[in-house]
């Protein structure tokens, strides 16, 4: 892999760790709030569900998650084994296409559930 592209590389892994560092603390602040308010499960979901705002929200962590954990991985797996690039770069993309579709049943699942409970 050339310079050029292991720049790019380089670069997305670290926007994507500052995409995941404001969202988690988001995330994580939102939980806490949300908890020590008393929220049950039920109104948690009640709120979620048909949240535009919060969809956008979670696409974007869930984006930034599958990218930096994609490029991660590609970079451990050509450090620890003696795979090639080829070999390396489609590992890491599988796993980034997996992490988005599995998140984002998730994601839209929670979006669409809307008085389901």
């Known amino acids: 892999m050339g310079a050029?592209?292991?720049?790019?590389?380089?670069?997305?892994?670290r926007a994507s760790a500052a995409v995941l560092a404001l969202t988690v603390m988001v995330h994580l602040g939102t939980m806490v709030y949300a908890i020590r308010g008393g929220l049950s499960a039920a109104e948690i979901i009640?709120?979620?569900?048909?949240?535009?705002?919060?969809?956008?929200?979670?696409?974007?962590?869930?984006?930034?998650?599958?990218?930096?954990?994609a490029i991660g991985l590609r970079t451990i797996l050509r450090e620890w084994t003696a795979l090639g690039d080829t070999a390396a770069n489609a590992i890491a993309s599988l796993v980034a296409v997996l992490l988005f579709v599995l998140g984002w049943r998730a994601v839209y699942g929670l979006y669409s559930l809307g008085g389901a409970i």
């Open 4 to 13: 050029r592209e292991q720049t790019w590389l380089w670069a997305a892994q």
């Open 46 to 69: 009640d709120r979620l569900s048909g949240n535009l705002a919060a969809l956008v929200f979670y696409v974007v962590f869930l984006l930034a998650v599958s990218i930096h954990g």
